[in-house]
């Protein structure tokens, strides 16, 4: 079947890769999170949302995103792959934290923000790291399984969002928010993060 060389290759992408279901899950946040802050019944906020902060709120990720690389691409050379790994995992806890505890719309962007660059920072050094270790023969289908696990990660978000839906006689709309982020996301993300340390 597979050479020996070749399976610790995908076992190592696999392991790796987790950090693009964090990516995928943060992308895919706003999607069921945005009717919840919308609504003054279930939104943390004490105020209604215009359609500029919510627009800001979707979008304002890609500041982030848009830094990570940046970031990373002086991080890889000076520190390694595997600290960059552990400030994405990092980044990425920070951010859902501050997303589950946010009161106002300040704390919301920085989560943001900071969600934005854990992801820019798994975007570059998975395809840097996969691509020193990865044989050519097999190279492609790793890019590809890259891309698979992003949407699993967004598909996971609209799970959570739904299981919650199906509680919501049983919690407050307080509660409902908190749980959502505290508990699903962070989970992931403190996972990523050993996970990464591990490597």
Not at 50 to 67: C, D, P, R, W
Not at 121 to 145: K, M, P
Not at 153 to 180: C, F, I, P, T
Request: hydrophobic share 45%; glycine share 8%.
């Amino acid at each position: 079947m597979f050479e020996y060389y070749i399976r610790q290759q995908v076992w190592i992408s696999l392991r790796l890769y987790i950090g693009q279901i964090l990516v995928g899950y943060g992308l895919g946040w706003t999607a069921p999170i945005i009717p919840k802050l919308s609504d003054t019944n279930t939104s943390p906020l004490p105020y209604e949302l215009t359609e500029t902060e919510t627009s800001l709120i979707a979008s304002i990720i890609y500041v982030g995103t848009i830094l990570g690389p940046y970031v990373t691409s002086y991080l890889c050379n000076a520190v390694g792959r595997k600290p960059c790994f552990i400030l994405a995992g990092v980044s990425s806890l920070i951010s859902f934290l501050l997303l589950a505890i946010a009161n106002n719309l300040a704390m919301i962007y920085v989560g943001r923000i900071l969600c934005g660059l854990g992801s820019g920072i798994i975007f570059i050094v998975n395809l840097v790291y996969i691509g020193e270790i990865a044989s050519t023969n097999i190279r492609d289908r790793r890019d590809a399984a890259r891309n698979v696990l992003e949407q699993l990660g967004r598909r996971k978000e609209y799970h959570d969002y739904e299981e919650m839906n199906k509680n919501v006689e049983e919690h407050s709309a307080l509660e409902e928010w908190k749980q959502l982020l505290t508990v699903k996301s962070n989970r992931k993300a403190l996972f990523i993060t050993l996970t990464l340390g591990i490597l």
